[in-house]
């Protein structure tokens, strides 16, 4: 056998080298890494708009001994609170024993909304003997993935007097499901001829609803008041109440296992449930009390953070400022000893379209959750780049609790770019840096993960946290 030269053993020293967390995990530690994905798994199916999500983390929360926190209300050591912002987002906090204008709060920001469909608030119409709905595509979709796939309508209606119903239709096995028409090959050399980005546009996303006339020969439009009255005796809504609705139209698919070896999980809204999940869980299941700790599930990442429940809503700094108070702290001073982690996906290497990406600086899928440095585009545009030593700091700590982690950036300079929430973070003057789980297939209907990936991303939570 040749014996390794002395300068191999020295590279192989001083050389970074990703590593396989299924390759370095025990048997016991990849039986942990599967049962932790069922878990997740079935979160992601109760789970697939903003609004649920939110509804099931309370649920989580609540069983584990949180309670609802309204401004105002006093905060003490020792409370385990959660802030409701409109259903849409979640902020989750534990009150530790530790002086906070000391160590400052450690935060876990997720985002819970996911590329999608949403109605029109006057959707319905008919043509040519179907029942259609007008949607308006929210965040960053490839349009022409939307087609020819199952779809399910879920959201709620606020109707004429205040009352508001939840709708969900397509999930079990015995509900409709809807869709949306492509066009025939035979008949698409000129859609054919387009780009990608043209070949299907966005007023031709209209969800196909039915074509069954109503009883009726003196109505004008049968097939549209079909599909009014179902709705009416379903639901009792009419189309007016549409006008004051969030109905979105997402995938109807189940999160499944890929593979021989179900080593990965195919789902719709892996961004950035897959973040979210780990979050949650690391807090709610974190036994010390001596940090002051809080996740924060926001709304609206995908189209800017803008509004009253996205990151770019001062929701975060007012609660900040609410527990400094009650705890007699300056909540400046508070901020400037937090540390942040924008706990997003990040794009994984993909062999299939490798030349988009720079491989030494790509994610590697089931080589641990990732830090990202910084996001943004072109000459690092619009993004928060965290500093050397923020950044030694976490990787310090996740290799002091036995994390397999690594680093990763969005594909090669000028290939693209995009960004998180992290640069709002830190700009209310907190150390903010980007660690997620690599994604597969990024914003496409069905997105795939790596089970090793959720799960050291969530014991990087729990490092985190503790």
Not at 82 to 90: H, R, T, V, W
Not at 196 to 208: R, T
Request: hydrophobic share 40%.
């Amino acid at each position: 056998m040749k014996e390794t030269s002395i300068g191999q053993e020295m590279l192989d020293k001083l050389s970074y080298k990703k590593l396989n967390v299924f390759e370095e995990a025990s048997s016991e530690e990849i039986k942990n890494i599967f049962e932790y994905a069922k878990g997740y798994m079935s979160f992601l199916d109760s789970a697939k708009t903003e609004r649920e999500a939110c509804t099931i983390s309370i649920k989580m929360l609540e069983k584990a001994g949180f309670s609802e926190y309204k401004f105002g209300d006093k905060i003490s050591v020792g409370d385990k609170k959660y802030l409701n912002q409109y259903g849409k987002s979640i902020i989750a906090f534990v009150v530790g024993t530790e002086d906070i204008a000391e160590c400052g709060i450690r935060i876990v920001a997720a985002h819970i909304d996911s590329p999608r469909l949403d109605l029109k608030q006057v959707p319905m119409y008919e043509d040519s003997g179907m029942g259609f709905l007008k949607t308006h595509y929210y965040g960053g979709v490839k349009k022409y993935q939307w087609t020819a796939i199952p779809l399910a309508i879920h959201g709620v209606v606020v109707k004429a007097d205040g009352e508001a119903v939840n709708v969900v239709i397509g999930e079990d096995d015995s509900d409709p499901i809807f869709y949306i028409n492509d066009l025939l090959p035979h008949l698409g050399a000129n859609q054919a001829s387009q780009t990608l980005g043209n070949a299907i546009p966005g007023e031709s996303l209209n969800i196909l609803i039915g074509g069954l006339p109503y009883n009726d020969k003196d109505v004008s439009e049968k097939i549209k008041l079909t599909a009014l009255s179902l709705l009416s005796d379903k639901y009792d809504i009419t189309e007016e109440d549409l006008l004051s609705a969030e109905l979105s139209i997402v995938p109807a698919y189940k999160a499944r296992d890929i593979g021989f070896d179900r080593a990965l999980i195919a789902a719709y809204g892996h961004d950035d449930r897959v973040c979210a999940y780990p979050a949650l869980t690391a807090l709610i299941e974190n036994k010390d009390t001596s940090k002051t700790v809080m996740v924060v599930l926001a709304d609206k990442e995908e189209t800017g953070s803008d509004g009253i429940t996205g990151m770019q809503c001062d929701f975060l700094v007012d609660l900040m400022d609410e527990i400094s108070q009650n705890l007699g702290k300056n909540s400046r001073t508070v901020r400037s000893k937090s540390m942040c982690l924008s706990a997003d996906v990040v794009a994984a290497f993909d062999p299939n379209f490798a030349d988009v990406y720079e491989k030494r600086n790509s994610a590697i899928i089931s080589c641990g959750t990732t830090l990202c440095k910084y996001t943004g585009a072109r000459g690092k545009s619009s993004t928060n780049d965290a500093s050397a030593e923020f950044v030694g700091l976490i990787r310090k700590l996740f290799n002091e609790n036995n994390v397999i982690w690594q680093t990763g950036e969005l594909g090669k300079v000028d290939a693209g770019g995009g960004g998180t929430v992290a640069k709002y973070i830190a700009n209310h003057n907190i150390q903010t840096v980007d660690v997620g789980v690599p994604v597969i297939s990024m914003h496409a209907p069905y997105e795939v993960v790596s089970k090793a990936d959720v799960y050291s991303t969530y014991k990087a939570f729990v490092a985190f946290v503790k």
